[in-house]
Each structure stands twice: as C-alpha cells, then as structure tokens.
C-alpha cells in the first residue's frame, strides 16, 4: 500500500507539508495526491476514533450474525447492500463459515437495537436468521488502544 | 593523617578516564520538566509483543536456570540463521557465535581477548562513548582518526592510513555509525579491508545498528574476501527490534577467537540471562515483520528531521542508518555544548553536545529521531526559532 495511506490511515490530520517532509516529496505532490485518491474513492472518508465509553452516553453496540438465501444474480450484493443503507447499520461484512453477514449496528439503548433487529432486518426478504451479540466494553478499535498507557520511564538522555 | 590514608583507592589507570559527557548532560537535562529529548540513544518503541510474550511464556514454565556459557544451542543456531540470511556468512553455532550481555559486554570481550598491554586500536570519530575507554580498560593505546562531515563522517582509507603504525593492532568500525548515522560504501569497505590485511589488523565490526540502513542493503566488512578470519563481527537485538532492556548481543568470530573471548565470558559473566535469550530466538525466527515496520518509521522521520535542520540553516549530511541526525552548529558562534545547554534552557530541547562522542564532534550536535514524530516536529519547531534567534 501506498506509503502516504498508511500515513493518513493513522492520523488524517497530518498536514501535506508535514506528510511531504516524512516522505521525502514536495507538498503539492502530496496534495495532489490525495485528491487523486479522494476522487477515485480510495479515501472514503475522515473520522475521529472516539473512546465512546468514556462520554458515558450508554449507547449499545451489537454485532449481528445473518442468514441470508443469495439471490439468483445478484448473490449476497444486493440484499447486502439494502441492509447496509439502514442508518443504524455501522458497519457490514460478508463472511465465510457458520453465517452469511456480520453486521454491527449501533443504538441509543438495547431496546432501540431489539427492535432493529426483530423488525426491520429480520423481517426482510431473504434473510433467514439472526444472532445477536451485545458489545460489553471496547479495548481496542481500529488498532487504537482504549485505555491509556502509562508512560514509561526511559532515560532522557542516553548514549 | 598518613599520607596512606590521602591516597585514593581507585585503580590508576582508571583515574585518567574521564567521565562520560552524555553522564553530564544527563545531570543537567534530569533537573528540568516539560524536556524534548533528542538525546536518546534508544528505540522508542517497546518491544514487539509476539517477543516480550515468548519471555513470559518461558518463565511461566521454569526458564529460570543458567544456560551453556556460549548461549543456548537454539539463539546461536537462530544467530547463524540470521546472520547468513543478512550478510551471507556462514558462523557455526557450535564454535563461532557467543551470545552476549548485550554488545556493549562483546566490545569488552574483542577488546579483551586481542590487545596486550601497549597495543594500539584504531577507532574512528566522532564515535560511540565507549570505545576510548574499553581499549584503556584492557591496558591498550586507543587510537582515533577523524571522520568529516565533508565525506558525510565515512572512514576514508587516506585518513585511516595516517594513523596506522608499528603498534596498530586492531581497526574498531561502527557503521551504521552513533552519532553520526554514517553508512560505509562497498568500496569504502574494499580499500578498509585491503589495508587491514596489509597490516595484519583484526577487525572489530560493531554493526548494531545494521538493521537500521535506510538506503540499500547493509553489507558487513567480514563478507569482504579475507577478511571473515580476522573480524569478529558484533551485533545485538537492542536497535533492531527495540530490546535494550534484554541486553543481547552475539560475536561472530573464529573458533580461536570465538574461544578466547568465551574464556572471559565464562568467569566474568557465565551467561546471558535465559528469559532474554528465549525472547531474542522469537525475535530472531519471528520478527522481521516487526523491525521492518519499526525501520520504516525511523526512516520517514529521518526524512522529517533532516529536511527540518536543513530548512532551518544547520548544515546536516543525510545519516543513511542508526537514528541519529549530526547537524553542524558552529556557525552559531559557539561550542557544541553552549549550543546544547542554550537549547535546552530557552527552548527545552535537549541534543547531546557532540563533544561526548569525542574532540571531532566540536561544532556538532547529536540529535536521535529516536522519538515519536509528534516530539520531533515540535522539536524542530523549537529549534529553528532558536537558531534563527542566534542568526539575526
């Protein structure tokens, strides 16, 4: 992978002059670059990695093992794709093994992701059963550790 | 009181050593808060987890015993492995790899097991803080030729030639070089190697620091035709793969050499700890995806801080390995050392003076990227309003 994705992929704040100098490249290279990469869809997007513990807020997180039957043509896109429009729907996977789709979806309270769930994803057309798992804590998260560190002591100056 | 009782305790020979520059620049840094340390000579990182882990999986069953003064079969069998896979050599782990307590403990041991008293070593500087002292320690002459920033601080065979005498026993290199990130050509390797052997020098390779080369592969000077019988290779897992805290180092030589330094190991060490030995077969087997990603970040911010120190008017050589920048200060209109004590008292910034690498490294000032780039770029940031301060 491009080595200036990598980059952006850790921290997206990273300004083009500063990403220039690590990458030994010139800040118009590396502006360009990024609209290149904006335009053709590659960067989908920029978005903080939110301890949402810490805001206390009690929202839910599940995630979602889903039957489906593929669809003569279509496969598991299509019905795939209509699930993933429902805005509750955080994020969704096809898989391989004991299940078809794993999909998070994310609530203000575990009532508001059962009725998700019973109602509107179960109910559609094609798919064939749910399994619900309820998120109880969040260590790590898009390989950001949760819980903060403690800094180690290392001599200030060495040889 | 007797005149007896006024006489130091202390060994002379150990008197006239002084004390490490980096020791007093460590006093001074210690009384300050809030520093930025470009001072130091250690990977940020914490070592990767797949190798602290097979350290705790070891203790948990029992590792807790001496092992083979050599090391273990298996590190040294991992050693032989690596090191052909990186240099092409051959070492049997059976006579010609002992497993060190780090490389500092292997330096003793080269020095040790090939100077006799009044023998000289060449060394080059501006160089790592030990060298001078390990020779002295074992009643040796240390020797050193000056490396400039104008052949970007590489040994040239011209300067090397001046200063080798009747004396001249051995040649001590260290590139990737501390402080000066400095990396050897292969022809620079070919003209060293020759005159070694016109010479009949033996070679102490520290090549610590070879996992860390940014441009091209690194090459060791014992893989030079005639020159693995007279080398003794040193390397260690503290850079590569952020263990410093491990302390292990290996020496590759041989047997003869391989078994003298053994005899010193075996009655002043008698082996490397086995937790550290265990974790740096992992390392060694199972790490290469780790120090490549490690190597990768140590280069994008060498990019970063090279650049920086350029814009900012310090002329800075790009340091090809290791994670040191060695900037020239002296047109600051002072010494390496008020540069750094300035430094750090107006902007808090601390570099080591280039001074405690030895009388060459005057006019220059150590600065490790050894940090995150966060640190770096607002180091920088320091820096640069302090220099153009001195500037105007």
Same mark, same amino acid.
């Given at each position: ?7 952006? *992929?850790? !921290? ?27 335009? +053709?869809?590659? %960067? ?23 039957? %489906? ?21 955080? #994020? ?54 949760? *819980? ?12 | ?52 882990? +097979? ?74 803080? #030990? ?26 065979? +011209? ?63 014992? #893989? ?10 040193? !390397?260690?897992? #503290? &850079? ?22 053994? &005899? ?9 700890? %086995? ?20 190597? !990768? ?86 820096? +640069? ?8």
């Amino acid at each position: 992978m491009d080595e200036l994705l990598r980059l952006l *992929q850790k !921290n997206a704040l990273e300004t083009p002059a500063d990403l220039a100098k690590v990458l030994d490249s010139t800040e118009e290279d590396v502006r360009s670059k990024i609209s290149e990469y904006e335009d +053709s869809g590659i %960067i989908r997007g920029y978005q903080a990695i939110v301890d949402e513990d810490r805001l206390e807020l009690n929202r839910v997180r599940a995630v979602i093992e889903v039957r %489906i039957t593929p669809e003569r043509e279509g496969g598991f896109d299509h019905l795939a794709q209509r699930l993933s429009r429902f805005s509750e729907v955080e #994020s969704l996977f096809l898989m391989s093994g004991g299940y078809d789709l794993l999909v998070i979806v994310k609530g203000e309270t575990l009532k508001e992701v059962a009725f998700f769930v019973s109602e509107k994803l179960a109910t559609v057309n094609g798919v064939i059963s749910t399994g619900t798992h309820f998120m109880l804590k969040t260590y790590k998260d898009q390989g950001v550790l949760m *819980q903060d560190e403690k800094e180690r002591e290392r001599l200030q100056v060495s040889p | 009181m007797s005149n007896d009782q006024q006489k130091t305790r202390v060994a002379s020979y150990l008197r006239d050593v002084p004390r490490s520059g980096i020791r007093d620049f460590f006093e001074i840094v210690r009384t300050r808060k809030g520093v930025i340390s470009l001072g130091i000579g250690e990977p940020d990182f914490v070592t990767p987890w797949h190798i602290r882990e +097979s350290s705790i999986f070891a203790l948990d069953h029992g590792a807790t015993s001496y092992t083979a003064n050599l090391g273990t079969l298996e590190l040294r069998k991992a050693v032989s492995e690596y090191v052909e896979r990186t240099t092409g050599m051959h070492y049997d782990p059976e006579s010609e790899i002992l497993i060190t307590v780090g490389v500092s403990e292997g330096l003793d041991l080269a020095v040790r097991a090939i100077i006799d008293p009044g023998d000289e070593l060449i060394y080059h500087e501006p160089s790592y803080v #030990s060298y001078a002292p390990v020779v002295t320690f074992a009643h040796g002459v240390p020797v050193p030729v000056l490396t400039k920033q104008e052949d970007e601080f590489r040994l040239t065979r +011209s300067h090397l030639a001046e200063k080798v005498g009747e004396k001249a026993k051995a040649l001590l290199l260290n590139f990737p070089s501390n402080p000066t990130g400095a990396v050897l050509t292969n022809d620079d390797l070919k003209d060293i190697s020759e005159l070694a052997i016109e010479n009949d020098l033996t070679v102490i390779s520290d090549e610590i620091y070879s996992g860390l080369t940014y441009e091209g592969e690194p090459t060791s000077i014992a #893989s030079v035709p005639g020159m693995k019988e007279r080398t003794i290779l040193l !390397n260690g897992l #503290s &850079k590569s793969w952020a263990m410093t805290g491990f302390r292990i180092g290996f020496a590759c030589a041989p047997a003869e050499l391989t078994e003298a330094m053994t &005899k010193i190991h075996q009655y002043t060490m008698l082996c490397a700890p %086995i937790l550290s030995q265990k974790a740096a077969v992992e390392a060694l087997l199972n790490g290469d995806k780790a120090s490549e990603h490690m190597r !990768n970040e140590y280069r994008q911010r060498r990019n970063f801080i090279h650049k920086s120190l350029n814009e900012m008017g310090l002329t800075c050589h790009l340091p090809k390995g290791a994670f040191y920048a060695f900037p020239y200060v002296g047109d600051c209109g002072m010494t390496a050392k008020d540069f750094s004590c300035r430094l750090l008292e107006e902007e808090n910034v601390a570099c080591v003076p280039g001074t405690a690498f030895g009388a060459a490294g005057e006019g220059f000032i150590r600065c490790s990227y050894a940090t995150s780039l966060e640190n770096i770029k607002e180091a920088m940031k320091r820096m +640069s309003a302090f220099v153009s301060r001195l500037k105007t």
